[in-house]
C-alpha cells in the first residue's frame, strides 16, 4: 500500500491520510473542511488516488478500494495529529448539523470523542448525549448505553473533577 500512494503527488498522500482518518468511506465535504482546503484543492488531490485504484466513488461519497489501504494510512498517522483530524471532523459536522446534531449526532459523537486530545471534550459530551438520546427513543438500546458509556468516558478525561455529570 504503501509503495502504490508514495507514487501519488504529495498533497494527494496527505489528504488520503486525513481521509483514512476519518473512515474508510468519507465525504468530500467532510473531507474539505477538515483539511482546511477548498472543494477544488481536495478533488484535484483526490484524481490522482482515484487513477491509481486506491478510492472509489459512489453516489455521493467516496471509499477506499480496501480495507487496507484505509487501514494501512490511517495507521501511519499518530495520536496528535489523528486527534486533531477528528476534532476538525467533529466540528465541521456540528456546523453543518446545527443545534441538536440531528441524526448525524452519534458520527459527532465518535469524532469528538477521538478527538479530545484536540480539545473536543464538551462537543463529545453534547453530541454523545444527543446520540445516546436519539438511540434510546429508537429503542436501540445497546446503542445508547454505548453512548452514554463513551459520555461518562469523555466527561472523565475532559472534566475529571465533574463527578456529578458522570453520575
Known sequence: VRRRVS???????????????????FDVNVLAATAGLAMADVLAAIGPALDAGLVIESDTEFSFSHALVSDALAGEVNAVPRATIHAAAARSLASVAGPGFGVEAARIAHHAIEGILAGTGDLAVDAGTAAARLAGARFA?????GHWANVAAALARSRPSDARSRI
Open 7 to 25: 507514487g501519488l503527488p504529495m498533497t494527494s498522500q496527505q489528504l488520503l491520510a486525513v481521509a483514512a482518518v476519518l473512515g474508510p468511506t
Open 141 to 145: 438500546h445497546e446503542d445508547a448505553a
